[in-house]
């Protein structure tokens, strides 16, 4: 199979703070991962992809400043929420595409419902 | 740009009525076509998908054909239960090679299946 896992599956923090949400490819190695924000009933944005060992690439309008993406080995990504506000309450979720075999489909983790007090 | 264009839902049908969650896309290349299903907290589920036109995806009993000259691929199953009540969401991934290959989303419909 092709199991991704998110970590926290919950979170609340308090305006001001940080959270780091971790991605992993459990039982192949990724390359590519990807970081999705779904706000209620509504659909999927792309918010970044994530390469190993090189820079993630944000998509227009999302702040790099804000939403740190380290993509530091093959099987794991971490997404920080830095200084979160309340606007930043969504369910993150992510996906990781395998490193190699030609296999290009995206697998998806659980999301990370995370809420800002 | 690309895009994929759902039928709003939601959705309501009984159980063992017939489905069908329309979608139709634009597209600059030869995109690959996927469903994607999301149950209630959880993350998505690949249901199915086709990658070159006329390929039908099947998987569950829910099928979707892929037809190029109406750019749709419209989700269908004969008899819906319960347990697939979910949010389905209908993407594209153009190119279909490439490093990127990102996915385009539709905005999902709500389906709700009663007993």
């Known amino acids: 199979g092709a199991v991704v896992s998110q970590h926290p599956s919950r979170v609340i923090c308090k305006s001001g703070t940080s959270v780091k949400i971790e991605c992993r490819s459990l039982d192949f190695q990724a390359t590519t991962m990807f970081w999705y924000r779904q706000f209620p009933k509504q659909s999927l944005m792309l918010m970044a992809t994530?390469?190993?060992?090189?820079?993630?690439?944000?998509e227009q309008g999302v702040e790099k400043d804000k939403f740190l993406i380290n993509h530091a080995s093959l099987t794991l990504s971490t997404l920080t929420v830095t200084s979160a506000h309340p606007e930043d309450s969504s369910f993150y979720i992510c996906?990781?595409?395998?490193?190699?075999?030609?296999?290009?489909?995206?697998?998806f983790g659980p999301g990370t419902r995370l809420t800002v007090t | 740009g690309d895009s994929v264009t759902q039928m709003e839902g939601p959705v309501t049908l009984s159980e063992e009525a017939f489905l069908t969650i329309n979608c139709t896309y634009t597209a600059t290349g030869y995109p690959s076509l996927f469903w994607y299903v999301q149950y209630p907290g959880e993350g998505l589920q690949l249901l199915l998908k086709?990658?070159?036109?006329?390929d039908k995806g099947s998987n569950k009993g829910f099928e979707a054909t892929y037809r190029k000259e109406t750019t749709s691929f419209h989700l269908e199953k004969g008899s819906v239960q319960v347990s697939d009540s979910a949010v389905y969401f209908c993407?594209?991934?153009?190119?279909?090679?490439?490093?990127?290959?990102?996915?385009?989303f539709g905005s999902g419909t709500q389906l709700t299946v009663l007993p």
């Open positions: 086709a990658t070159k036109a006329d």
């Open positions: 994530s390469n190993e060992g090189s820079k993630a690439t944000y």
């Open positions: 996906s990781a595409r395998r490193a190699s075999g030609g296999d290009y489909e995206q697998y």
């Open positions: 993407a594209l991934s153009d190119p279909p090679s490439g490093s990127a290959r990102q996915l385009t």
